[in-house]
């Protein structure tokens, strides 16, 4: 089991910057594989962006150049840093994890509660 937590959500201007974290706890182990959705009133949740233990990333394409993941040490976090806001992120941002070991020994992926980003225009 693992609990995932995330933080720095926040209001900010278009055009400006936030950094999300999300911690992972409660396993002894680091993670393969962490990733960003998002929720926007009224839509789908979508995949922002996501990294595996080999650093590999991928993006939504309409962050990317914008935002950035990265692990956080030891591979128990991990961080988003959004540039350039827009209208349009505002969004509730979730963190996720599909790591394999925990979806062959749970049977399940794992996210965290939300935090909220609001860009004003």
């Known amino acids: 089991q693992v609990e995932l937590e995330e933080s720095g959500g926040g209001m900010v201007q278009a055009g400006g910057s936030l950094t999300l974290t999300c911690v992972a706890s409660?396993?002894?182990?680091?993670?393969?594989?962490m990733a960003w959705h998002r929720q926007a009133s009224g839509k789908q949740r979508e995949l922002v962006a996501s990294?595996?233990?080999?650093?590999?990333?991928n993006y939504a394409e309409s962050v990317k150049g914008r935002f950035s993941i990265s692990w956080g040490d030891g591979r128990k976090s991990v961080y988003l840093q959004m540039n350039s806001l827009k209208p349009e992120d505002t969004a509730v941002y979730y963190c996720?994890?599909?790591?394999?070991?925990?979806?062959?020994?749970?049977?399940?992926?794992?996210w965290g509660q939300g935090t909220q980003v609001t860009v004003s225009s």
């Open positions: 996720n994890t599909d790591d394999p070991y925990l979806i062959a020994t749970t049977g399940r992926s794992f």
């Open positions: 990294i595996t233990s080999f650093g590999e990333t």
């Open positions: 409660g396993s002894n182990f680091t993670l393969d594989h």
